[in-house]
């Protein structure tokens, strides 16, 4: 559930929820990770589909069997307690859940996810030259003042009162939009694009052409 890139909810106690189908048990490995693995995470996707034995970037936090419940051939729901991988309930992780015993074909059964743990809800707006970066409260919605904003790698900025940061654009592509609080160690994320298949795109500057219509 939720594709390649998950927020978790600030209020479900650091759990992630996945679904399998006669499985027994589940293995849960994560690996603690930040903005600077971004492009091992892409690479570590693309390695999986032809090297079972490749491993994701990072740091490797957990490593636990997960016993499931539930009748034969129904789904069944697991909600995953991801506390011990993440330091007072904040972080950055690569999740990898898999079956305990995988048969041969259920290499690609694995849920591979960048799992987010943040209080730092974050948006952005762009057009060819600046992008705007908003930063709320993910419990309330609030306004972020004072976060550190910046295009990974570039200049840094701080959010104003309403939590609105600029930032212009430069020519190579910035795949991150990357949030920090000034105080604490809370961090968020935010891609240009989550996918793989795009690994080389990014918030970029480009000029508008002028274009004939008639």
Known sequence: PGGEFVVLNPGGAGRFAVYSVNHPALRMRAWAVGPGDWAAWHAYRQRIWQDAKAQPPGRRVLDTTVQTEGEEDELVETRLDLSPALEGGLGQIVLVVEPLKPKKNDRHQAVRTWVQATHIGLDAFAD???????????????????????????????????????????????????????????????????????????????????????
Not at 155 to 173: F, I, N, Q, Y
Not at 191 to 214: I, N, Q
């Open 128 to 214: 060819g030259h600046r992008l705007l970066a908003w930063a709320t409260a993910l419990a309330d919605g609030s306004p972020l003042e004072d976060i550190e904003v910046s295009l990974e790698p570039g200049k840094t900025v701080r959010t104003d009162s309403t939590g609105l940061a600029r930032l212009a654009l430069a020519e190579t592509p910035a795949p991150l939009v990357v949030a920090r609080a000034r105080r604490g160690r809370d961090l968020a994320i935010l891609p240009s694009d989550s996918s793989w298949w795009h690994e080389r795109s990014g918030w970029v500057r480009h000029e508008r052409d002028d274009t004939l219509r008639f």
